[in-house]
Each structure stands twice: as structure tokens, then as C-alpha cells.
């Protein structure tokens, strides 16, 4: 069925929102306040899908997107739309979120246009498969159908060299890559981490069984930049990326980076923000919500490789992070010794059960996964009757949820500053602050 339709707002994940009859209709790489013909190509009881046929009356904000993949990959949802536009729409993306999941009614702050656009992120991963030939690239939008592209606008130029040459090495050794579907062959991905200010790169090889062709290795190693290749083994089904074992096989298994003009270790194994010169804003966002007077005490959860705390150390009386990945913890210790900050300690374990150890906490800072906090873990921050809490997140949909349960425990929604984070992509990060209620 071909229908007509205005768009009115673009949504979380970057699909347009239409109506039709009443009927909500997504499409997506669509822009807001534009008519399209379009497909419905999925069509449930409470809404639909469609696909764009023809743009009969382009929205103003539209553009024509930088990458021939656009549309196709994965990666990105929003190259269509000005990144001036962009902005906007994520803001708006926070504030549907707040006040429609949170019933939050605060203002939401606008985003500045960021010069890093393009060629922004630190990290990349690759699937290796076999389909049609060796590919070495990104799965198509919604599948995982490996599409094999040879550059990407996101990452630095030099991981597509490091991807061609991984892409010729593995065919020279035969290594097999990986088939989901029979859980067989054994390369799964490549990973390349590079720090923005020496250009040096960390190569990880995911493999689903211990063995690894030693050329291959050599061949990686050879590449200009690479100061270290590892392998870790995961022999699960699963799509979590990285195993459980490691192997440093040539040179150093961690790489450094600089925020703020501090450095960071990070190893294989530990998170880091994938863009360095938006975590520098987002740190400089988080101390001013902390606004420290000197003689606080602050915990940080989810503390990782401590980049927040070490930022905030240099302010406050002392700061607790708490993380559960031992590597990252090794990694933030490492960090505070050789920054020469001395009034920081990490405790390595869950959260959620560490935390009621905890005796005072003037500040808390949260920075969780995409699926926010468990309601016992809010519980157990009121409990500490903290005088602020700034929660970092990279999901508007889980921040709202849980500002909802700490407006129910006496906290409230005092400002929200989104961070742009991702360009080109529909993912926005927010800095929130929380405060007791009057």
C-alpha cells in the first residue's frame, strides 16, 4: 500500500513519525515537516512501518548525505538532515523522552554545533564474514547481513587503510572467517582502537577459537601506527564482541588517551568514550553540575578507567568509583597514580552490591550502560542523601524511566544539558542534574 504522508518530528532511533488515519507510521530517513510517498512495508494493530518511495516536499533542513552507504549501513541515521538540524533534533529526542516516558518538565538545553563532525570516533569494529567472497565491513541497517564497505566517514582514514590491509592478510594465511549461522571458521572481528594524540593504534583480532595464524599477526603488526595486536577468544553464540580470554601477542595491550590534559590507560577490555574531544565537553558539563565547593565527598558509579574522577579529584575532597570490569579498575588506579592524584580510591564489583557499603556521599555522578539503573541502585543513592546527583547517559528513553523512580524518592530534575556525542547518528548523551526536592 502506497500512502502520502507529513512528517512531524523525528523519533528516538532517527525514524520520522507520521500519522495515518490515526495510525502512527514510522519511516525512516525521513526529516521533519516534509511530504513523502512512501511503502507501508510492516503494518501492526498500534503502528506501522513504511519506506520512502518519493519526497514529494523536501523539509528544508534535508541534505544529501556525505556517504554513498547512507541509507544501507547501519551506522548512521541522520546524514540526511543538516548537522545544524541534527541538533535540534536530538534535543528534541531528550525532551519527547523526558516529558512523555518521565513526565520530567524541564527545560532541555540546546546543543552547540561541534567541529568534529566527521572522523570523530576512536573505535571502531568490524564483522568479518564470508558471503560472497571475504567481507570486512558493517551489517545493512536492521540485519546482519555484512555489507563490505571500504571507507567510513566516522573513523579516522587510517583504520580503512588498517582494514584493507587486515582484509588482504587474512585471504593470503586462509584464516576462515567467522559463520554465525553453523557457529563455525574462527575470525569474528577486528576492533582498532587509536589515541588522538599520538596516532597510535591498538589491533584486536576476536577469534572464536585459541589459534591464530602467526603471519596474520605479523602482517597486522607491520601496519604503520599499530603498537600492539591482541586476540581474545569467545566461543559463545552470542553477539557480544569481545571474549573472556585474552592474548597479547605483539607489543602493548592498552592504549592512552588525553581529556582535559589528563591521560588515560585503557585496556582491551575497558570502556572509553568514542569520542575524545566530546568527552572533554562532557567532563568540563559534569563539573559544572558538581559546581565543587572544595570539601566534597563524591562517588562515582560506573567510574571505568576514572575518567570523571580523576577530573573531578583535582576539586573535591576525595571521590569513590565504583565498576565492575577488573581491567578498568586496574586501568583507573593506574590512571590516579600517574596523574598524581592521591585522594581518589576504586572498589572493583557490581554496583548494585557495593554500593550500600558506602557511608556518605556528598555528590554522586552515574555514568550506566544504555539500560540505566536498576531501581535499587536509585534507591540505595537517596538513601545517602546526597545534595546532588548528575547522571550521565547515553539513552534518553532509560534517563527518563529513571528520573521518574528519584522524583518518586524525593529528587528532582534540576537541569539537562545533552551532548552531541555521535553526529551522524540518531544517539545523543545528556548530563543531568538532580536535586533534593524542597
Avoid at 595486536?229 to 605483539?250: A, C, E, F, W, Y
Avoid at 580510591?345 to 557499603?357: L, N
Wanted: charged content about 25%.
Amino acid at each position: 500500500m502506497v500512502v502520502e504522508l507529513v512528517i512531524n518530528r523525528i523519533v528516538a532511533g532517527g525514524n520520522g513519525l507520521a500519522t495515518l488515519d490515526g495510525l502512527k507510521v514510522f519511516v525512516p530517513f525521513s526529516a521533519p515537516q516534509e511530504k513523502v510517498r512512501a511503502r507501508l512495508v510492516n503494518r501492526k494493530h498500534d503502528y506501522a512501518v513504511a519506506e520512502i518511495e518519493e519526497v514529494l516536499e523536501p523539509s528544508p533542513i534535508r541534505v544529501k548525505p556525505h556517504c554513498p552507504w547512507f541509507g544501507r549501513c547501519g551506522g548512521c541515521q541522520l546524514q540526511h538532515i543538516s548537522y545544524e538540524g541534527q541538533l535540534v533534533v536530538k534535543k528534541l529526542i531528550v525532551n519527547d523522552a523526558l516529558q512523555h516516558l518521565g513526565h520530567i518538565f524541564v527545560p532541555v538545553s540546546n546543543i552547540t554545533v561541534e567541529p568534529e563532525q566527521w572522523h570523530y570516533r576512536n573505535k571502531t569494529q568490524y564483522p568479518v564474514r564470508f558471503n560472497n567472497g571475504l567481507k570486512l565491513g558493517f551489517f545493512r541497517q536492521g540485519s546482519h547481513d555484512l555489507l563490505d564497505i571500504p571507507v567510513c566517514f566516522l573513523h579516522p582514514e587510517s583504520f580503512d587503510r588498517l582494514r584493507k590491509a587486515a582484509l588482504n592478510a587474512i585471504t593470503a594465511t586462509r584464516e576462515k572467517p567467522y559463520d554465525e549461522n553453523r557457529h563455525k571458521g574462527n575470525i569474528r572481528h577486528l576492533v582498532l582502537r587509536k589515541s588522538e594524540s599520538n596516532d597510535q593504534t591498538l589491533v584486536i583480532v576476536v577469534t572464536r577459537t585459541g589459534s591464530l595464524n602467526p603471519t596474520l599477526v605479523k602482517r597486522l603488526a607491520e601496519q604503520p601506527g599499530v603498537v600492539g595486536v591482541i586476540q581474545t577468544t569467545n566461543p559463545d553464540r552470542t553477539n557480544r564482541i569481545l571474549g573472556k580470554r585474552k592474548k597479547t601477542l605483539t607489543g602493548l595491550d592498552y592504549i592512552f588517551y588525553h581529556v582535559l590534559g589528563k591521560s588515560f590507560r585503557v585496556s582491551m577490555q575497558s570502556f572509553f568514550q568514542v569520542n575524545t574531544y566530546q568527552a572533554a565537553k562532557l567532563c568540563r558539563k559534569v563539573l559544572k553540575q558538581v559546581a565543587p565547593n572544595g570539601d566534597e565527598t563524591v562517588l562515582d558509579l560506573f567510574s571505568g578507567v576514572g575518567m570523571i574522577s580523576l577530573i573531578l579529584a583535582d576539586f573535591v575532597k576525595s571521590v569513590t568509583g565504583i565498576e565492575i570490569e577488573p581491567a578498568a579498575v586496574a586501568d583507573a588506579v593506574f590512571n590516579a597514580e600517574q596523574n598524581g592524584a592521591d585522594n581518589l580510591r576504586f572498589i572493583t564489583g557490581d554496583v548494585a552490591a557495593v554500593i550500600d557499603s558506602i557511608e556518605k556521599a556528598d555528590i554522586v555522578v552515574l555514568d550506566p550502560p544504555r539500560k540505566g539503573c536498576q531501581a535499587r541502585i536509585l534507591k540505595s543513592i537517596t538513601e545517602l542523601k546526597p545534595k546532588k546527583i548528575v547522571y550521565v547517559s547515553c539513552n534518553p528513553a532509560t534517563l527518563a524511566r529513571d528520573l521518574k523512580l528519584l522524583d518518586a524518592m524525593g529528587y528532582q530534575t534540576s537541569a539537562v544539558e545533552p551532548v552531541d556525542m555521535f553526529p551522524q547518528t540518531s544517539h545523543v548523551e545528556a548530563i543531568t542534574l538532580i536535586v533534593p526536592q524542597k
